[in-house]
Each structure stands twice: as structure tokens, then as C-alpha cells.
């Protein structure tokens, strides 16, 4: 779908880097599918995750959702007062 809007960071077609200045009119996304950065996506909804205002945070969900699952299991045990 519209594969001819994305931008690859190396100006090659078949490159799967991507520029994090291409044309951006909603935002980065993770394709679970084919595992890698999209815009625009190419696939359905339920197989992609964001939009991400840039591709380094698409493609960097992972730490962020860590991240914020560490914090929320902290906050969990302060509120039980396990520390």
C-alpha cells in the first residue's frame, strides 16, 4: 500500500533503513508483521503498533513499554508495602 511514499534511508529501493525525515503526515509505526518501522504502514491496524513521532521510537517500543512496566510494578509494590 502506497509503498512508493516511504523514504529509505539509503535512497535504495530495496533498503530497510529508514529515514526518520520522510514525508510524515501521521507518524511512525511497527509493523508486528513484517518487524520493522513503517510510514505508511502496510499493514492492517490489529498488526501494527503506534503512530510513534519518530522511527527511532517505533522502532524502540520495546524499551519503552519495559520501562514503563518497571515503573508501574514498583509503584505496585510501594502501594502493598513490599519496600
Known sequence: MLKWLRRKASGTPDSDQVNSSSWNPSGWWWCMEHNRVENPPDSPGHRRLGPYPTAAD??????DVDRRNDKWDEEDRRWAGDR
Open 58 to 63: 517505533a522502532e524502540n517500543w520495546r524499551d
